[in-house]
C-alpha cells in the first residue's frame, strides 16, 4: 500500500514563498490521485489542490481552491514519485498543517475538489506559519 511523507514546511513572511514535497511510497508505477489539504487551527481540514499520477496523468487539470488559485502550483515528478505543492505570495490565512494524502487503490481525481472521506492515506502533516 502507499505511504506519503510531506516536507518543506516552515515559517515565512507574508508575500513569501514555500515548496512543499509530499513523498509517496510503493506508488511509483501506481495510477492514483495526490491531493493536498490543510488545517488551521480550529478549522475544518479543507482541500488545496490535488494532481493525477501515473495513467490518468496528462488527461485533467489540476484542481486549486479558489483560496490558493494564481498563488499556489501544483506539480509531480513521476521518477521520484514525489508531489510538490509551490507557495508563493503567501498570506498569514494560509497559516495551517499542510497534509498530503492518496488512496489505497487506483483513483482518479475528482473535478469537484477533494474531500477528506475520499483519502484513508495520510501524511503526519507540516506546519506552514506565514506572519504579517
Known amino acids: 500500500q502507499a505511504q506519503v511523507q510531506e516536507s518543506g514546511g516552515g515559517s515565512v513572511q507574508a508575500g513569501g514563498a514555500l515548496r512543499l514535497s509530499c513523498a509517496a511510497s510503493r506508488y511509483k508505477y501506481s495510477s492514483r490521485c495526490i491531493a493536498w489539504f490543510r488545517q488551521a487551527a480550529g478549522k475544518e481540514r479543507e482541500g488545496v489542490a490535488t494532481?493525477?499520477?501515473?495513467?490518468?496523468?496528462?488527461?485533467?487539470?489540476?484542481y486549486y481552491a479558489d483560496s490558493v488559485k494564481g498563488r499556489f502550483t501544483i506539480s509531480r515528478d513521476n521518477s521520484k514519485s514525489t508531489v510538490y505543492l509551490q507557495m508563493n505570495s503567501l498570506k498569514p490565512e494560509d497559516s495551517a498543517m499542510y497534509f498530503c494524502?492518496?488512496?489505497?487503490?487506483?483513483?482518479?481525481?475528482?473535478?469537484?475538489?477533494?474531500?477528506?472521506?475520499?483519502?484513508?492515506?495520510w501524511g503526519q502533516g507540516t506546519q506552514v506559519t506565514v506572519s504579517s
Open positions: 494532481i493525477d499520477f501515473g495513467i490518468y496523468a496528462g488527461a485533467s487539470f489540476p
Open positions: 494524502a492518496t488512496t489505497s487503490r487506483p483513483r482518479s481525481c475528482s473535478r469537484s475538489g477533494p474531500t477528506v472521506l475520499e483519502y484513508d492515506t
